[in-house]
Nanobody, 125 residues
Framework: QVQLVESGGGLVQAGGSLRLSCVAS????????MGWFRQAPGKERALVAA????????FYADSVKGRFTISRDNAKNTVYLQMNSLKPEDTAVYYC??????????????????WGQGTQVTVSS
């Protein structure tokens, strides 16, 4: 049974930082592309960042480029999202996801096979 468990969300003031973690089990972690998505109230879920199997290639949405960093530790079956210079518009539920197929560029938001339960990030102004 595949499980993705996120942690690290919370309430932070604008300009602050948070580090999200997602621990995977039940799958061959190093064989999966990993992504972080977010969904704000009333909005569709959107891809924030993605990382290749090896961790050598990344994708960032324009809205977070230069502020967020995605990374992975394949030995720990964990993917991270370091979020700096947070803004109120970053407020959302953040989900990690795993994609078995490596077809398509990292910017492709579809085709993710497994999802975590989400962690709330709230940025106050």
């Amino acid at each position: 049974q595949v499980q993705l468990v996120e942690s690290g969300g919370g309430l932070v003031q604008a300009g602050g930082s948070l580090r999200l973690s997602c621990v995977a089990s039940g799958l061959t972690f190093s064989s999966n592309r990993m992504g972080w998505f977010r969904q704000a109230p009333g909005k569709e879920r959107a891809l924030v960042a993605a990382l290749s199997r090896s961790g050598g290639s990344t994708f960032y949405a324009d809205s977070v480029k230069g502020r967020f960093t995605i990374s992975r530790d394949n030995a720990k079956n964990t993917v991270y999202l370091q979020m700096n210079s947070l803004k109120p518009e970053d407020t959302a539920v953040y989900y990690c996801a795993a994609r078995r197929s490596s077809l398509g560029t990292l910017s492709v938001a579809t085709g993710y096979d497994f999802w975590g339960q989400g962690t709330q990030v709230t940025v106050s102004s």
